[in-house]
């Protein structure tokens, strides 16, 4: 670790470590089986158990016994500091020291999570700093300059809390705002037909059931926007067998871009968060694709993602 303290704790928010978190915290280090793992538990610990304070001040619901990062086996084998949020998700909470300018970010936590903070702690285990956030994490070692400000991980949650976007009321005409169809959100955009028209593949219709094919498409905004280029997630629907639904998802460039950024990624998440299925793009994509199938009243979630930005749409059937 560097020794260069970290330069944005101007935007940190300053939060007590009470007495119960850090009885619990050596409670849960007293069963580990080596004074360095109990080091590593004790300091998760207390760090989820800051962000949890800190959520129940914000009036977010949070669930720690769900944790992994509460379950015994789990923290014995595995370097997790995860708080559970219902009907969101799972976020990480890692622990850094006062001159640390890299969180760490183990591996098996890069998965199943909706976003990641930064909680400095004090030598002393008594104050502690919430310095940032990110939504995604591919790296064991990212530099705290990549964090959001505190106030981008509230804003994040509170999105992922708003209603899903309701696809069995896409067949009776009733669509959430935002949603366009194809040519409407390309015409919105200006993008000239004859561009925009250009993968025909987007338009075929279902051999089953298309009268009742429902197609509709958003501009993902990243506010940067993905690499400096905007995208469209287009999503299609068809009632299939058995009351399921089918669901075609499709991620394309837009404006004068021909492929999509290299990397980005295209992900469904199950409703406790965790990866249903995932497309990346390749150096030379000019769109990528998910299908399934899913039941009636059935929660999901569609993640955008490169690098260190993604956004997520939640949906319901």
Request: proline share 6%; charged share 15%.
């Amino acid at each position: 670790m560097s020794n260069t303290t970290y330069k944005s704790e101007d935007s940190a928010v300053p939060l007590p470590i009470t007495q119960a978190a850090r009885r619990i915290a050596q409670q849960f280090a007293n069963q580990q089986t080596t004074p360095k793992k109990a080091e590593q538990v004790r300091l998760n610990t207390l760090a989820v158990w800051v962000v949890n304070d800190y959520l129940h001040m914000m009036d977010i619901t949070t669930n720690l016994q769900a944790s992994d990062s509460w379950n015994a086996v789990i923290r014995l084998c595995a370097d997790v500091a995860d708080l559970e949020i219902p009907a969101i998700g799972r976020l990480e909470c890692r622990p850094v020291a006062v001159n640390d300018s890299i969180c760490a970010v183990p591996p098996e936590t890069w998965t199943e999570r909706v976003g990641y903070v930064a909680v400095q702690i004090d030598e002393s285990l008594q104050q502690a700093k919430i310095l940032g956030f990110v939504a995604s994490v591919n790296t064991e070692q990212l530099p705290l300059s990549k964090f959001l400000p505190p106030e981008a991980f509230i804003d994040h949650l509170w999105q992922l809390q708003q209603s899903p976007v309701n696809l069995t009321q896409w067949f009776i005409g009733i669509f959430e705002s935002g949603w366009q169809t194809v040519e409407g959100l390309w015409q919105s955009l200006g993008v000239p037909p004859a561009y925009a028209f250009r993968s025909p593949e987007i338009f075929q219709q279902a051999p089953q059931h298309s009268e009742a094919l429902t197609k509709r498409a958003k501009l993902i905004d990243l506010g940067i926007q993905i690499a400096n280029q905007p995208v469209i997630l287009i999503v299609e629907i068809s009632p299939h067998t058995h009351q399921k639904t089918s669901i075609r998802l499709q991620l394309h460039p837009l404006g004068s871009q021909v492929y999509l950024p290299p990397g980005v990624q295209l992900t469904v998440l199950d409703e406790s968060g965790s990866t249903f299925l995932e497309a990346q793009a390749r150096s030379a994509d000019n769109y990528i694709q998910l299908q399934f199938r899913g039941d009636a009243k059935e929660y999901f979630s569609v993640k955008v993602a490169l690098n260190d930005t993604s956004i997520i749409e939640r949906f319901v059937i």
